[in-house]
């Protein structure tokens, strides 16, 4: 069956760390993969997207690779800072500009 | 900061009642979706348009029925709500591959 996997477990990082976080799939091959920021009681805000054929993708203090050998993808925050702290999500290209979402890995960023 | 809106943001409501959940964005995306989400859980697919007149059930199957008769407008309905139906529904619109999402509603079923 398919799934996508990310990390149940709240990640605590100090300020000013670099915060990464994990997703990987299985029985998906998609297109491309996109991060989200999901704040509590709020939709998803787009942050990332990153297609097949590239290894990495960079926006300002945010880095994701994409493995699709290893069905992996890795999302990096440098400088983390308390305003960071959040849901990221985690969701893959399932055809037709449909997505297929991760349950997402919380992140608390400790001043 | 997108513009889509969704309401109510929050609804308490009886057994039984009919409810119509209202999405509406003004960037002109051919298409729309809903999601459903619970605590802790991911998204999950119930509803999605490709344009006016064009609806599709999503990967979760859902009670609710929804409507594209404008372009901008893609209501959610639930005939007769259950506890079942508790969760939070959230609307977003695209042009290609980002998704545009709605602040969602918190639906609560009594």
């Known amino acids: 069956s398919q799934k996508i996997e990310q990390n149940s477990e709240a990640l605590n990082i100090q300020e000013g760390k670099t915060a990464t976080l994990t997703c990987n799939y299985t029985?998906?091959?998609?297109?491309?993969l996109q991060w989200y920021r999901q704040d509590p009681g709020r939709g998803p805000v787009f942050l990332l997207l990153?297609?097949?054929?590239?290894k990495e993708k960079r926006k300002e203090r945010l880095k994701v690779t994409f493995d699709t050998t290893l069905k992996q993808s890795l999302f990096h925050i440098t400088a983390s800072q308390p305003a960071d702290s959040a849901t990221y999500l985690c969701?893959?290209?399932?055809?037709?500009?449909?997505?297929?979402f991760g349950k997402g890995n919380q992140v608390v960023v400790i001043p | 900061e997108a513009d889509i809106y969704q309401t109510p943001r929050y609804l308490v409501i009886g057994t039984g009642k009919k409810i119509t959940l209202e999405c509406s964005q003004t960037m002109g995306h051919d298409k729309m979706y809903w999601y459903q989400q619970d605590p802790g859980m991911e998204l999950h697919l119930i509803h999605y348009?490709?344009?006016?007149?064009?609806?599709e059930k999503g990967d979760l199957s859902s009670e609710s029925t929804v409507s594209r008769i404008r372009t901008e407008h893609f209501p959610l309905t639930l005939e007769s709500a259950r506890p079942s139906h508790t969760s939070q529904y959230l609307c977003a619109s695209s042009e290609y591959e980002t998704q545009y999402f709605g602040p969602g509603t918190r639906l609560l079923v009594l």
């Open positions: 348009s490709y344009g006016v007149n064009s609806t």
């Open positions: 990153i297609r097949e054929n590239e």
């Open positions: 969701a893959l290209g399932a055809g037709n500009n449909r997505l297929a």
């Open positions: 029985n998906y091959s998609p297109a491309y």
